[in-house]
């Protein structure tokens, strides 16, 4: 069975940084491209970024563009986030999935809320 378990969220004030880890299991996941995604309050899901295997290619949603960044380690079957000067806007639910997602593999997330 397929888990996806996002770690590392917390309270934190605007201007500061949380790294978000998911941990993966069930199979590997090193050949694929991996993505964070978020849910605020009262909003649809939305997409933050991407990374494929060979970290080469990474993508970024613009609201996070030059302040968030994927990594992933595939040893370990793991992939981060690093959030830099976080924003009240950035309060949600972080998810990690393939990309495109599979609605079989959401976990149930680590929420990030950011205080002004």
């Known amino acids: 069975q397929v888990q996806l378990v996002e770690s590392g969220g917390g309270l934190v004030q605007a201007g500061g940084s949380l790294r978000l880890s998911c941990a993966a299991s069930?199979?590997?996941?090193?050949?694929?491209?991996m993505g964070w995604f978020r849910q605020a309050p009262g909003k649809e899901r939305e997409f933050v970024g991407r990374i494929t295997s060979t970290l080469l290619g990474r993508v970024y949603a613009d609201s996070v563009k030059g302040r968030f960044t994927i990594t992933r380690d595939n040893n370990k079957n793991t992939v981060y986030l690093q959030m830099n000067s976080l924003k009240p806007e950035d309060t949600a639910v972080y998810y990690c999935?393939?990309?495109?997602?599979?609605?079989?593999?959401w976990g149930q997330g680590t929420q990030v809320t950011v205080s002004s």
């Open positions: 069930g199979r590997t996941f090193s050949s694929v491209v």
């Open positions: 999935n393939t990309y495109p997602p599979r609605n079989d593999y």
